[in-house]
Structure formats: C-alpha cells, structure tokens
C-alpha cells in the first residue's frame, strides 16, 4: 500500500540494535548511489566502535555512508548514522542535531528520539524502518511516523536475528510494510521513486 502516492517524500529514518551491522549492511548496499532522500540511522552499538561502522558501509556501499555531524545538513544520496552516545535529532529547518540529553528506554541514541523529531518535521513525507532488535525502541516513533502520514516499514520478525523490535513496533504502528530484510532496500527504492 503506498499512502503517499504524491511522490513527495523527504527522508527515510531507519533503527536497529541487535544484529543491526549485518541488516545494515544488507539495506543500504543495495541503496544506488543516487538514492534520492537522505536516510538517517540508529545503531545501537557500543561506544568503543567509534565511526568503525560508518567507515565500514561507506567502504561497502554505494550511497555515502557517514556518521552526523551537529547542525549539519542532511541531503539525498547520503546515509547518517547517530553517533555512538549521542542522540541524533531532526531539526525544524531540516539539520540534524545532536545531543547528550539522558537516554531513552536506556538507549542513546534512541530510535525514538530520532523517529519523533523527524515525524515533525517532515510528516506524510517520511519513510520509517525499523529492523532487527532486543527491546521495542523504535515502536513509539514508528507510531509517531505513522498518525503524522508518513510510511511505516518493519522487518519481518521470522527472519530477524532478534525479533524483540520489529514484534514490539508491528504491535503499537500496525506498520503500512512488514517485509523479509531483503526486500527493504527496493522497498525504499520504489517508494522514494514513485
């Protein structure tokens, strides 16, 4: 079901955290270099990967891969991955922020936290993922994306390496998609082309 069928969407934001690297991996590899939104990420991961998962994809992939940097732009054909520890926000005018603000759900950065600021500002012109996961970070956003218009998209939780996520966000955003992890990146191919 495409809701939006205006073609006018503006962004994709996407959440992960147990066995993320390898879904991430998967999605945004087979992203074209001239995906046409910018797409912002959190990973849950430890602080002492420091920027070794996005110099990991963006060595993989096709599209940028990059971690945010405060009060920078985000712009298509770019991937934005949060910093480990920091909160990775949308900002009204369009620029990613950051921030220390206390953990969410013990997460930061929080998949919510990111998904409710991006919901506000880009409303029915936002595509939210959520993938594989311990927890349900990510399920109060993913409804956010979904009452402000926006398109919801879930990994199938069968095939997730933990379903914890995907089960909690398909339970409290009754998502538009729920898709095996390899049909996401032509999902989002076709959705941001249409």
Do not use: W
Request: charge should be negative; glycine fraction near 10%.
């Amino acid at each position: 079901m495409d809701r939006n069928s205006s073609g006018k969407f503006r962004a994709v934001v996407a959440g992960v955290s147990s066995g993320g690297v390898e879904a991430l991996e998967l999605v945004i590899s087979a992203l074209p270099a001239d995906f046409p939104l910018p797409v912002m990420v959190v990973a849950h991961i430890s602080l002492e990967s420091g920027n070794g998962l996005a110099l990991l994809l963006d060595e993989q992939c096709a599209i940028r891969v990059k971690e945010a940097d405060e009060m920078e732009a985000a712009v298509a054909g770019t991937v934005y991955l949060a910093p480990p520890n920091y909160h990775l926000q949308v900002e009204k005018d369009g620029s990613l922020s950051l921030s220390v603000d206390p953990p969410v759900m013990f997460a930061r950065p929080s998949v919510d936290v990111l998904f409710e600021s991006a919901a506000s500002v880009f409303g029915a012109g936002l595509i939210g993922v959520v993938m594989t996961g311990v927890g349900s970070d990510g399920s109060n956003g993913l409804r956010r994306i979904r009452d402000a218009g926006g398109v919801t998209v879930v990994q199938e939780p069968a095939g997730a390496i933990a379903d914890g996520m995907p089960r909690s966000a398909i339970d409290a955003a009754s998502p538009d998609y729920i898709v095996p992890l390899q049909q996401i990146a032509p999902l989002l191919v076709r959705l941001a082309m249409s």
